[in-house]
């Protein structure tokens, strides 16, 4: 196998002959979002001089094909559980294999909404006020007043969320026969919901890198509008006061430090403009956001001149120094 070689004060250079894994497909909600991350990375790794990259479209026999392949690195670009939720990743530290992005600690709890809110709100983090309530109580009242927003506790990409207001057709109480998460997760997030504006900073190692404002051009972000070209627009840099960027950017560090990211996280955040700073709050943190061409990530490295391709190798040294 190939060996990482410490650069000038010691930083790692990676050989281009390391056998990389990409890890990318599975079976979560993201599977799809997943299938194009990793084959950004693929194209990007082959554009940087890599010459031994794997594809590997996650089944339930991983631990077996990562056993014979026997990989440097696996790159990972799973989306949704179990490749963000710490499983795949305790499987890995079990195998002594070294791998990107976040560990099992970090991933397992970032990936339920509920938990990073119990981590992050005693750092003095504004995020909605919200419990985790059953599906079947919310089909006998209402958990808060309304509007209110309900989400699975543990998936991401907006997978399964519902936004209940007085003018919505889901009952009052909400109805077992009206469409919405109720009916496919016993257990749900549901939270107050901020009015206002949707922004999203990403932070490598020490660094966010700027605040984008996602904008809808019809209805709210959800899956369809991430993940569909031409859908929603992205502003890049957000024109938002300077002190709003910079109030997002050092919560968005503060979260990325405090869980223990690793590699790229991404903090996204509604802002209620009316109300200042006072009226930012982060709604979660995502350990392992996209690499697809739409994904918000390569663009905010972009606008701080980092392309993708070196995006890609950088997370890979972060991953090979520790």
């Known amino acids: 196998m190939g060996n990482p070689k410490s650069g000038a004060q010691g930083k790692v250079s990676v050989d281009k002959d390391i056998h990389i894994v990409v890890l990318m497909g599975g079976w979560s909600a993201e599977r799809d979002v997943s299938l194009m991350s990793g084959k950004g990375v693929i194209e990007a790794l082959g554009e940087r001089g890599f010459t031994n990259v794997t594809p590997v479209d996650m089944d339930r026999n991983i631990a077996r094909v990562l056993e014979e392949l026997r990989p440097d690195i696996v ?25 990107t992005h976040s560990g099992l600690e970090t991933s397992a709890v970032a990936i339920d ?7 992050l709100e005693p750092h003095g983090i504004p995020m909605p006020p919200g419990k985790v309530v059953t599906s079947a109580s919310l089909y006998e009242g209402d958990p808060m007043a309304r509007p209110f927003v309900v989400k699975p506790v ?5 997978v399964g969320i519902a936004i209940v207001t007085d003018e919505s057709n889901y009952g009052h109480p909400i109805s077992s026969r009206a469409k919405g998460p109720w009916q496919d997760f016993d257990r749900l997030l549901a939270e107050k919901y901020i009015e206002g504006r949707e922004l999203t900073v990403a932070v490598m190692g020490d660094t966010p890198f700027c605040v984008t404002e996602l904008k809808p ?18 502003v890049c840099p957000a024109d938002v006061p300077e002190e709003i960027a910079e109030a997002m950017k050092a919560h968005a560090l503060a979260a990325h430090r405090i869980l223990g990211c690793k590699g790229v996280s991404r903090s996204d955040f509604r802002w209620d403009d009316e109300k200042g700073v006072d009226g930012i709050f982060l709604l979660e943190t995502n350990t392992q956001p996209g690499m697809t061409p739409l994904s918000l990530v390569p663009e905010q490295a972009a606008a701080i001149g980092i392309s993708y391709g070196e995006l890609v190798e950088k997370i890979i040294e972060e991953a090979l120094e520790g």
């Open 154 to 158: 543990n998936e991401g990409s907006s």
């Open 217 to 234: 051009k019809a209805g709210w972000y959800d899956y369809e509008a991430k993940y569909t070209d031409g859908k929603t627009d992205h």
């Open 113 to 119: 909404k509920q938990l990073t809110k119990s981590v």
């Open 75 to 99: 790159f990972n670009a799973l989306h949704g559980s179990p490749g963000e939720d710490g499983t795949v990743q305790g499987m890995m530290d079990l195998m002594g294999i070294r791998y």
